[in-house]
């Protein structure tokens, strides 16, 4: 069974500046997704940025880019040029791949409350 | 496009009633999923289809049970409601295995 673990429960940061959120992983799979999805005080479940495990070239999305470590089994995600609007709970997620293409379940970690002050 | 729609946004359930959770989606996606996220912590999946009429258990899947007639409802029955379901019930759509869209969330109290 694959475990997500995010080992910081609360950060804080100052609006502009850069803050990066951890992420390890366990699995013995070779062919994966990782995600982080943001949740904000309305509860909905946002798709922030997506990562392949066979490709090398760390994802980006604007100001969101992760730094993905395989034989580490680390997934951070660095918030750049911080905004009131990005107050949230994050969360690290994993997906097997399988070859058959017909598992797609999400195992998530408990989350990164992050709080951009003014 | 309403993408993923969920009813109600709030109940209070007595212990021992049912209830059912409505989720719909207008996407055409084959792939639906129920999740259940307890307080601090991350969503667990409780049960997923992959198109009508399939259904199977996920993580969490004791004291629930779903049905899927048609590709646009995924409905989630509780049928002897304890407080241990108490939780946050999220249904999200998927078409393609890497890109679910989530709904706004059903909390239920159950007391």
């Known amino acids: 069974a694959q475990t997500v673990t995010q080992s910081q429960p609360e950060m804080s940061v100052q609006e502009a500046e850069t803050v990066t959120l951890s992420c390890t992983y366990d699995?013995?799979?070779?062919?994966?997704?990782l995600f982080w999805y943001k949740q904000p005080p309305s509860r909905q479940m946002i798709l922030v940025i997506r990562?392949?495990?066979?490709?090398?070239q760390n994802a980006t999305e604007n100001r969101f880019s992760v730094n993905f470590q395989k034989a580490a089994k680390s997934f951070s995600l660095k918030i750049s040029d911080s905004q009131l609007g990005d107050t949230a709970m994050y969360f690290c997620a994993f997906m097997k791949r399988d070859s058959g293409g017909s598992n797609y379940k999400l195992t998530f970690g408990k989350g990164t409350l992050l709080t951009v002050n003014p | 496009n309403a993408g993923v729609t969920q009813t109600p946004k709030f109940r209070i359930l007595k212990i021992g009633q049912s209830m059912t959770l409505q989720c719909a989606q207008d996407m055409n996606h084959n792939y639906m999923y129920w999740y259940r996220q307890d307080p601090g912590m991350g969503l667990k999946l409780i049960y997923y289809?992959?198109?009508?009429?399939?259904?199977d258990k996920g993580e969490v899947p004791n004291g629930y049970n779903v049905s899927r007639s048609t590709t646009e409802d995924f409905p989630l029955r509780l049928e002897l409601a304890a407080p241990s379901q108490t939780s946050v019930y999220f249904c999200?759509?998927?078409?393609?295995?890497?890109?679910?869209?989530f709904g706004p969330g059903t909390r239920l109290t159950v007391t």
């Open positions: 289809s992959v198109g009508a009429g399939i259904t």
């Open positions: 699995t013995s799979e070779s062919n994966y997704y």
């Open positions: 999200a759509s998927s078409y393609y295995e890497y890109e679910q869209y």
């Open positions: 990562q392949e495990a066979y490709k090398q």
